[in-house]
C-alpha cells in the first residue's frame, strides 16, 4: 500500500487484555495507521458509522451485539474488511459464511497475526483499485449525453481468474450461476467450476441485476440460465439450473425472484 494511504483498522472485544495484544501487533505494522477499540457490539456498530475503518478485527461472542449480529446490523454495503478474532473453533465456519476475509483462532501466534494482516493488504489494494477505475469511468462518462452510459461502462464484462497455473478470462455472460466459497466464489460455467478470489457481495455488484439474481445468501443465478423452478412444501422453491445443479430460494430473497420474474411463486 503506499504509504500515505494507511489501513484504519477497529478492534472490536470485550476483553482487555485481547484488545490490548490486538494494538500492540497492530502498531508493528508499517501499513497500519489509526487503531480503535471497540468494548461491545453496539459500540462497534456506532464506531462504523461514523468513522468508516477499512478493517475490522471482530470478536465473535460480546455483549450487546454480537459478532453476526453486527455484520447482519451493517449489511455487505457498509461493512468492513472483516477478520473474526474467535475463542470457538465451530465459529470459523460462520466466519466464511459472513464473507470475512479470514479469522483468527484465540491463541494465534504472531505470524498467525501477520499472514491474516498480508491478506487484509491484498485485499484492500483490489478494492482500492476497482474504485479508482470505477471513478476514472465516471469521469470519462461524465461528458455523455445519456445519463445511464457510466454505470454501463463501469460495469465490466468479464472477470480475471488468476491461479497457480493461469489466468483466465471468463465472459460474465457465461456464468450459469455462482456460490460463495468463504473468501473465494465458485463461478459454474458451462458445466465447469472456476474458483475465483472475491466475495460473493463484491460480485454482485459487478453484474447485470436484470440478468443475475440472487436466491439466497450464498447463491446467485443467472436468469437465462434457469431450467424450472420446482416447488416443495410451506411454500419454498428449488431451482433447477440447466447444469442440473438444485439450489434452495430461500424465504429471504424470493421476493426478488419474484420481481425480476414479474410473477408470484
Known sequence: MPPHEKMRVLIAD?????????TELLREDPDVGEIQQASDGAMALRMILERRPDLLLLDVQMPELT????????????LP???FVTA???HAINAFQA???DYLLKPFSDERMQAAMA????????????????????MLGSGQHQAQQPAQAARPDRLIVKSARATQLVRIADIDWIESAGVHVILHVG?????HRMSLSELAAQLDPLRYVRVHRSVIVNIDSIAQLEPLSHGEFDVVMTDGARRRVSRTYRAALEQRLGHSL
Open 14 to 22: 470485550d476483553e482487555a487484555p485481547a484488545r490490548q495484544r490486538l
Open 67 to 78: 459478532g453476526m449480529e453486527l455484520i447482519a446490523a451493517l449489511g455487505p454495503e457498509r
Open 81 to 83: 474488511l472483516t477478520i
Open 88 to 90: 470457538y473453533d465451530q
Open 99 to 101: 464473507n470475512a476475509l
Open 119 to 138: 491478506r487484509a493488504r491484498l485485499r484492500l489494494a483490489d478494492r482500492q483499485l476497482r474504485e479508482f477505475g470505477e471513478n476514472v469511468m465516471r
Open 191 to 195: 458445466g465447469k467450476e472456476v474458483l
